[in-house]
């Protein structure tokens, strides 16, 4: 089972820009469905963008749409998220997650492995 670790998290103002990376353990992450997920205090855990295991198919939340990019390097075993124009409601704490069998989809229970997280926090 892959092992995945996120980080780039940090405290930046409204309208700035992070990149969050997520590094997987071994090589077999290329065919793996990859996503990002967050989760503000007191609220569930929700979808924020995956892309499969080409890189040429991704899925957002509207809530992102249009701000951020999810993308994947298999030679780096690595994938990120690329967060722009972020607002105070994008603060959370971002989970990697990956899924071997099965196409992207918006609910964490399909996914085999998380990550421990990194925060994120927008002042306005």
């Known amino acids: 089972q892959v092992e995945v670790v996120e980080s780039g998290g940090g405290l930046v103002q409204a309208g700035a820009s992070l990149r969050l990376s997520c590094s997987a353990s071994e090589r077999t992450y290329r065919t793996y469905t990859m996503a990002w997920f967050r989760q503000a205090p007191g609220k569930e855990r929700e979808f924020v963008a995956a892309?499969?295991?080409?890189?040429?198919?991704?899925n957002y939340a509207d809530s992102v749409k249009g701000r951020f990019t999810i993308s994947r390097d298999n030679g780096e075993s690595t994938i990120y998220l690329q967060m722009d124009s972020l607002k105070p409601e994008d603060t959370a704490t971002y989970f990697c997650?990956?899924?071997?069998?099965?196409?992207?989809?918006?609910?964490?229970?399909?996914?085999?492995?998380w990550g421990q997280g990194t925060q994120v926090t927008v002042s306005s």
């Open positions: 892309i499969n295991w080409s890189g040429l198919r991704t």
């Open positions: 997650a990956a899924r071997k069998y099965g196409t992207y989809s918006d609910y964490a229970s399909p996914y085999d492995s």
